[in-house]
């Protein structure tokens, strides 16, 4: 792989200056105050806002969003996410309809609904996942919705209960190399993420399966390569590559600050491996762009 920047980069923590291809404008007015205008309004969430993505000017002025139910507290702690941890608030039942009707009034045509980790949740928060699609089906016609669903323990049934209200993508991240997990994820199991595309694809093939992960943690090319390989080979078609970026400097610190040179030909091995959907640069997360993956060319 071409190095364009040192393995470990000294100047890469939270604060330091960022290179150029990282920057963002401030987002202005237009679709984007609209849109932030209707979320508070309707005291819905974004893991857009929650986890503060570079991108959410771009993609609130395009009127496009990745809602993000169960609450903004999550009952698990990974050392690279913003969100908070701790105990989280009791499931909001009409939130699936505020949700729907706010698809409706933005007229939205692509929707992507995560969740923070609920494993105080007998299902993991899979029936509000699967409430959620019911309800913008009923309400908006012609929209199509990924669902980016944590690892609910591992439950299949859990996962069946989503698959069977028929989202067309089913989406769930490994965020990093399994060496790295127990630094990064320590309450996850890169295994069970496995488990949960394995077993998505079992349960219904014709739901294309998509992951993501970021770079710059310490990872080393040949693990992301294996990463690739692991993904393919559990059926996963979509791929997202980003850059990590610490939100604090309570976080993992950033090991790395990869070239888009170096996104390129990451891109280049992951389509060699044979996923049907890559992208990967700098500024690329899990929902990033979603609305332009050509469901046709993945099933």
């Not at 200056?17 to 920057?23: A, D, E, H, I, V």
């Not at 389509?271 to 640069?281: I, K, M, P």
């Amino acid at each position: 792989m071409t190095r364009h920047t040192p393995e470990i980069d000294q100047h890469a923590g939270p604060g330091n200056r960022l290179p150029k291809w990282l920057k963002v404008p401030l987002p202005g007015l237009g679709k984007y105050g609209k849109v932030s205008s209707l979320l508070e309004r309707k005291g819905l969430h974004t893991v857009c806002q929650s986890a503060r993505c570079p991108n959410i000017g771009e993609c609130f002025g395009c009127g496009v969003a990745t809602f993000l139910v169960l609450g903004t507290v999550c009952s698990r702690n990974c050392r690279f996410c913003n969100i908070s941890s701790g105990k989280p608030a009791a499931v909001d039942a009409e939130e699936p309809h505020r949700i729907a009707e706010a698809v409706r009034l933005l007229d939205l045509k692509h929707v992507v609904i995560t969740s923070v980790t609920r494993d105080d949740l007998a299902d993991g928060g899979a029936g509000h996942f699967a409430a959620t699609i019911r309800a913008i089906r009923h309400d908006c016609s012609g929209v199509t919705i990924e669902v980016l669903i944590p690892d609910f323990q591992g439950s299949r049934a859990a996962l069946q209960l989503v698959l069977e209200a028929a989202p067309e993508i089913l989406n769930h991240n490994v965020e990093t190399v399994p060496r790295l997990y127990r630094q990064v994820r320590p309450e996850a199991s890169y295994e069970r993420s496995l488990e949960v595309l394995r077993n998505s694809f079992r349960i219904n093939p014709a739901i294309p399966v998509k992951s993501g992960f970021m770079i710059g943690l310490g990872e080393t090319y040949q693990e992301i390569l294996t990463l690739l390989s692991d993904l393919h080979r559990h059926h996963c078609a979509i791929v997202t590559i980003g850059q990590y970026l610490a939100p604090s400097s309570g976080h993992l610190p950033v090991r790395k600050y990869y070239h888009p040179d170096e996104f390129r030909e990451l891109e280049q091995k992951a389509r060699e491996t044979g996923f049907t959907e890559v992208y990967a640069a700098p500024r690329v997360r899990s929902s990033y762009h979603a609305h332009n993956v050509q469901l046709e060319q993945t099933i």
